[in-house]
């Protein structure tokens, strides 16, 4: 009877030793932090990289301001203290894909940038492949530049020699026919009307003065028989003034 007590307190005390192993088991397995998934890497926290065709070491940092969604790119050239930033604005929120994988947006914005070789001389907006269809909104636009870009000052036209002025033969002048005065045309008569004869004004006729004659003078005698009656005054005149 004893043996039999003694076998079975050890197996009542192996079930009870094993069951508490496997709790205690359970316990460290929930405290054990679980595996995540990797994380994207996201465009706030690490800038994006990347050189120029002229080999200009360039990084792109984002940041928001209000509404918008800034952008700066800074660069450093080949020589020492030559260094260029610009800036850019715009709402990528806008666009959906953007808001699934923002920093595949300015990947591709970098990927155009890369071509150049100064990364803020380039286009006024950047349209990325995975927002191309939103409007212009969506996308970054250039704000500003730090130094600014060089504009290329209009070339001064090239004055052509001037060539010798020919004087214009001057036109003789035209020489206008003088009025010709109307000549005033005969009144036709009318019908059953006679025709008016025009008044005529006699023109004074030169008077020439007589001398007087005397009766009873020896002159006027004279002319009365030798003189036709016509000329009896004249006639006395001049036998008067050659017996005088």
Same mark, same amino acid.
């Given at each position: 009877?004893?043996? *039999?007590?003694?076998?079975?307190?050890?197996?009542?005390?192996?079930?009870?030793?094993?069951?508490? $192993?496997?709790?205690?088991?359970?316990?460290?397995?929930?405290?054990?932090?679980?595996?995540?998934?990797?994380?994207?890497? /996201?465009?706030?926290?690490?800038?994006? *990289?990347?050189?120029?065709?002229?080999?200009?070491?360039?990084?792109?940092?984002? /940041?928001? @301001?209000?509404? &918008?969604?800034?952008?700066?790119? /800074?660069?450093?050239?080949?020589?020492?203290?030559?260094?260029? &930033?610009?800036?850019?604005?715009?709402?990528?929120?806008?666009?959906?894909?953007?808001?699934?994988?923002?920093?595949? &947006?300015?990947?591709?914005?970098?990927?155009?940038?890369?071509?150049?070789?100064?990364?803020?001389?380039?286009?006024?907006?950047?349209?990325? @492949?995975?927002?191309?269809? &939103?409007?212009?909104?969506?996308?970054?636009?250039?704000?500003?530049?730090? !130094?600014?870009? @060089?504009?290329?000052?209009?070339?001064?036209?090239?004055?052509?020699? *001037?060539?010798?002025?020919?004087?214009?033969?001057?036109?003789? !002048?035209?020489?206008?026919?003088?009025?010709?005065?109307? $000549? !005033?045309?005969?009144?036709?008569?009318?019908?059953?009307?006679?025709?008016?004869?025009?008044?005529?004004?006699?023109?004074?006729?030169?008077?020439?003065?007589?001398?007087?004659?005397? !009766?009873?003078?020896?002159? /006027?005698?004279?002319?009365?028989?030798?003189?036709? *009656?016509?000329?009896?005054?004249?006639?006395?005149?001049?036998?008067?003034?050659?017996?005088?």
């Amino acid at each position: 009877m004893r043996t *039999r007590l003694r076998l079975l307190l050890l197996l009542v005390t192996a079930v009870c030793v094993s069951h508490a $192993q496997t709790n205690n088991n359970n316990v460290n397995e929930s405290r054990q932090p679980q595996a995540q998934p990797p994380q994207q890497r /996201s465009v706030w926290d690490e800038p994006i *990289r990347f050189s120029t065709k002229a080999k200009d070491s360039c990084t792109m940092v984002v /940041s928001g @301001a209000g509404e &918008y969604t800034r952008l700066r790119v /800074s660069c450093k050239g080949q020589t020492p203290g030559q260094s260029y &930033y610009c800036d850019f604005q715009g709402k990528p929120n806008l666009c959906r894909p953007y808001n699934l994988n923002p920093r595949h &947006y300015f990947t591709q914005m970098m990927w155009d940038l890369r071509k150049l070789s100064n990364a803020c001389q380039g286009q006024k907006v950047y349209r990325p @492949a995975m927002c191309k269809k &939103y409007p212009d909104e969506a996308h970054m636009t250039y704000l500003s530049a730090y !130094p600014k870009p @060089a504009t290329a000052k209009p070339s001064k036209p090239v004055q052509e020699p *001037r060539k010798p002025v020919v004087p214009a033969v001057q036109p003789k !002048p035209v020489t206008t026919p003088k009025p010709v005065k109307p $000549q !005033p045309q005969p009144v036709r008569p009318q019908p059953g009307k006679a025709p008016q004869p025009k008044k005529t004004t006699p023109k004074p006729g030169k008077t020439t003065t007589r001398p007087t004659e005397q !009766p009873d003078s020896k002159a /006027s005698r004279m002319a009365t028989e030798y003189c036709w *009656r016509s000329f009896h005054g004249i006639c006395t005149y001049f036998i008067g003034w050659f017996q005088n």
